[in-house]
């Protein structure tokens, strides 16, 4: 990774202003740059120099953190001259707060290297308001008297904040102490265990700060990621999005995964930046984009719509384009089909799913209670009102995601119910009791104890059965797997093991699907939905040589983090406004993940919103390319092992 020079290194890279380097997966891209940094450190370190590196928090550089560790210990690569300054820190946070940057880096990277805590500098979270200003200044002297960074490691927020340099902070911004913005809060509510415990302000390091690094790398994984990448790398620069400002810097570059890439131009509309091999997949999803460009119907593209529009060879190659428009209008219209498992005795050539074997075996594989509904209510009553049968397995309890007011309103019931008809020997109010104990002595951001968890678990488990029942899956057929990585863990420290993928193994064997339905392969590989598929994805890989695995298809279904188009989607599932409704009321039994924060995005602050809004926007797209007029459609994509 040698540093970026400003000419594009490929002709399809023509849009992007800043070096951006696609790595087959976030591992792969942090073994990279671990090994850069060790070999920057050796070179320092033999020249007698310290080595000054800039570092960030959040999921996205701990891969590259655990190969630092990894690099220490087998291959002994000292930090005993590195000095480090890392970005940012929440304010109001003392460093032993669980969630304070502090702790982060010290849990992640120092305490398991051997650097001395003098050279270990973080931003101070209690300095005392009046004070902040000059202990800002202080910081950047700091830097400057260590001899300025050397190498910047930068992750990046949904709304293209480096550091907390949020959207308004300027090119010349210095180390300061900002307001966080809303959307930044949400993300970070989930660590907070709420999002009113998150903090309001921060102090982050300027981006002027961050140019002064000599070379500065950032690193985003994951389709959540992808829009805020394409923008900061192929948008001109502005202070909306703050990270589009490393676009003036001489040594930057971008590290992402496919699916952190799969907005930028070369990705996305390739034939805008270059002769391209004109695939079936590719003339679809150029002509998908022609269509909504024009705000033309797919069988009304003329000739010369292609030509004025970067696709005049393929024209020459497949058309005219009666032609072409015909053939793509046929194929998408193939995807449409209310037979999610199969439609029984009918011709399946240009059907999504084959008609036989009928009725099918169907695991629905759910994340978390409640991803199963968002992503495929409507799909999930189809199939079993046609006859299949439907498992539903939840690999994890989702407890994490229920807060302790739940959790007591959950004991409180219990005590209720016990002193309404009290019974001598009541264990359920015992637990109830101990719960509400331990409530009690919990601080506000300890861990929960195995007993709330387990209640907590419990709670998701009731709101996921009524959920189910609505859609009308039987009791027997929902599967609580409560993979042992979660059950374990807690976000971003879950490990995968054996033991995980057992669970799925001994599911698949016992069911021997014909048809699976699955999220999270695009996600975030820090994420719960990522750990649950690649966990899945390895269950496949070892069982795929018996005999039922042949004969068994995988289909995804959408996660929440980015929106498909019509030309991505393999199988879509109409729904009427009756089954509609159904879905959203499968959705709303999830109370315990209503929104507890009367913030809104784009006026769609609760899940069911945005699946309901999701499933509509895809319906009116079919509409605009001249298909027929649903009120709302599930999408799905085929999945194969590579
Ligand atoms: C926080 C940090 C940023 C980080 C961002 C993304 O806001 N202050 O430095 O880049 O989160 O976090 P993640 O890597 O978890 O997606």
């Known amino acids: 990774m040698s540093a970026p020079s400003l000419i594009p290194a490929a002709e399809n890279e023509q849009r992007e202003r800043i070096k951006t380097v696609v790595h087959p997966h976030a591992d792969a ?85 051997d650097i001395a805590p003098e050279h270990v500098n973080v931003p101070d979270g209690t300095v005392p ?48 102490l900002v307001t966080l913005d809303a959307l930044t809060r949400r993300d970070a509510a989930r660590d907070f265990l709420g999002e009113a415990n998150v903090p309001r302000h921060a102090i982050t390091m300027g981006v002027g700060t961050i140019l002064e690094a000599r070379r500065v790398v950032l690193l985003a994984w994951g389709e959540a990621k992808a829009r805020v990448v394409a923008t900061a790398v192929e948008n001109p620069p502005t202070d909306t999005l703050p990270a589009s400002f490393l676009q003036g810097h001489p040594a930057v570059s971008f590290h ?4 952190a890439a799969g907005e930028l131009t070369r990705v996305r509309h390739p034939w805008l930046v270059g002769s391209i091999d004109w695939k079936p997949t590719v003339a679809r999803r150029a002509m998908v984009w022609l269509s909504q460009q024009l705000e033309k119907p797919v069988l009304k593209l003329l000739d010369e719509d292609y030509s004025e529009h970067g696709m005049a060879d393929l024209l020459t190659e497949q058309g005219p384009a009666y032609g072409l428009n015909i053939r793509i209008f046929n194929e998408i219209q193939h995807t449409i089909t209310g037979w999610p498992g199969g439609k029984p005795d009918a011709d399946d050539k240009h059907r999504p799913e084959r008609a036989a074997p009928q009725p099918k075996r169907v695991v629905v594989f759910s994340p978390e209670p409640s991803d199963d509904v968002l992503g495929m209510g409507g799909t999930l009553r189809r199939l079993v009102d046609q006859g299949h049968e439907v498992t539903v397995a939840y690999l994890t309890s989702g407890n994490l995601g229920v807060s302790d007011e739940e959790a007591a309103m959950a004991a409180e019931l219990v005590l209720e119910l016990d002193r309404a008809a009290p019974a001598a020997d009541n264990p359920g109010a015992a637990f109830a009791r101990e719960i509400r104990r331990q409530l009690g002595t919990k601080g506000a951001f300890d861990g929960d104890t195995p007993d709330i968890r387990r209640l907590k678990g419990i709670l998701r488990r009731g709101e996921a059965r009524a959920s189910l029942q609505t859609c009308g899956v039987d009791a027997s057929r929902m599967r609580f797997l409560d993979l ?74 959408r996660s929440p983090d980015r929106e498909w188009e019509p030309a991505e989607i393999e199988m879509a599932v109409p729904l009427s406004p009756r089954e509609l409704t159904q879905k959203v009321q499968a959705i709303y039994h999830h109370k315990s993940q209503r929104s507890q924060s009367p913030m ?42 590579a």
């Not at 999921?59 to 590195?82: A, D, N």
């Not at 300054?85 to 946070?93: K, M, P, S, T």
């Not at 992402?256 to 699916?259: I, Q, T």
């Open 600 to 641: 809104v995005a784009a006026g769609l602050h609760e899940a069911w919103q945005q699946a309901e809004h999701h499933n509509r926007a895809i319906a009116r797209a079919y509409d605009a390319l001249g298909l027929a007029e649903y009120e709302a459609i599930e999408a799905f994509q085929r999945w194969s092992p």
């Open 484 to 557: 042992p990585f979660y059950e374990n863990g807690r976000y971003r420290q879950f490990e995968l093991s054996e033991n995980d993928e057992a669970v799925i193994i001994a599911l698949l064997r016992e069911v021997r699907p014909h048809q699976i339905f699955a999220t999270g392969q695009s996600a975030d590989p820090s994420t719960v939905p990522a750990i649950c598929f690649e966990v899945l994805r390895r269950a496949l890989a070892r069982t795929q040589a018996e005999p039922w695995s042949a004969d068994c298809r995988v289909w995804l279904y």
């Open 256 to 259: 992402v995964d496919p699916a």
């Open 29 to 113: 891209a942090a073994a990279l740059l671990a090994a850069d940094i060790a070999t920057l450190i050796r070179r320092n370190t033999a020249a007698g120099k310290p080595t000054v590196l800039g570092l960030a928090t959040g999921s996205t550089p701990v891969r590259l953190y655990r190969q630092l560790i990894h690099l220490h210990r087998e291959q002994k690569l000292s930090f005993k001259h590195v000095i480090t300054f890392n970005l940012d820190e929440y304010y109001g946070l003392p460093r032993t707060h669980p969630e304070s940057y502090w702790r982060f880096m010290h849990e992640q990277l120092f305490n398991h290297v």
């Open 129 to 176: 308001r009046d004070g902040v200003f000059a202990w800002c200044r202080a910081y950047e002297d700091k830097i400057r008297a260590a001899g300025g960074l050397d190498l910047q490691v930068l992750g990046i927020g949904r709304t293209g904040h480096i550091g907390f340099n949020e959207p308004g902070s300027g090119r010349d911004s210095r180390t300061r």
